[in-house]
Nanobody, 128 residues
Framework: EVQLVESGGGSVQAGESLRLSCTAS????????MRWYRQSPGNGCELVSQ???????DYADSVKGRFTVSRDNAKNTMYLQMNNLKPEDTAVYYC??????????????????????WGQGTQVTVSS
């Protein structure tokens, strides 16, 4: 069974930091492009950051300079370091991995209507 499992979410005050992790299991090769999405009731879905198999990362303007994406392919894990968090960062954060030739049939459109392998999401709440 293939899985992407996010962790590291929580409730923090504005200005604080969190580090999200996304660990992949069940895949037989290094995952290609991976992404972080977030979904909130007020803003819908937003592509927060993305990173290829060997970097570098790319960011939405709303998080540029505050968030850093990275990967440890040996651990099959992607990270999102989030600094100087703001209330508008409050959302459910999802990690995804792009489909690839020969990949398992576990893809779905997920909560953001984009076909990929999706994690279950982790809640981030930032209070002012």
């Amino acid at each position: 069974e293939v899985q992407l499992v996010e962790s590291g979410g929580g409730s923090v005050q504005a200005g604080e930091s969190l580090r999200l992790s996304c660990t992949a299991s069940g895949f037989t090769s290094t995952l290609p492009h991976m992404r972080w999405y977030r979904q909130s009731p007020g803003n819908g879905c937003e592509l927060v950051s993305q990173i290829s198999a060997h970097g570098p990362g790319d960011y939405a303007d709303s998080v540029k300079g505050r968030f850093t994406v990275s990967r440890d392919n040996a651990k099959n894990t992607m990270y999102l370091q989030m600094n100087n968090l703001k209330p508008e960062d409050t959302a459910v954060y999802y990690c995804t991995a792009d489909l690839f030739v020969g990949g398992p049939e576990a893809a779905s459109p997920g909560p953001c209507a984009t076909w990929a392998y999706w994690g279950q999401g982790t809640q981030v709440t930032v209070s002012s």
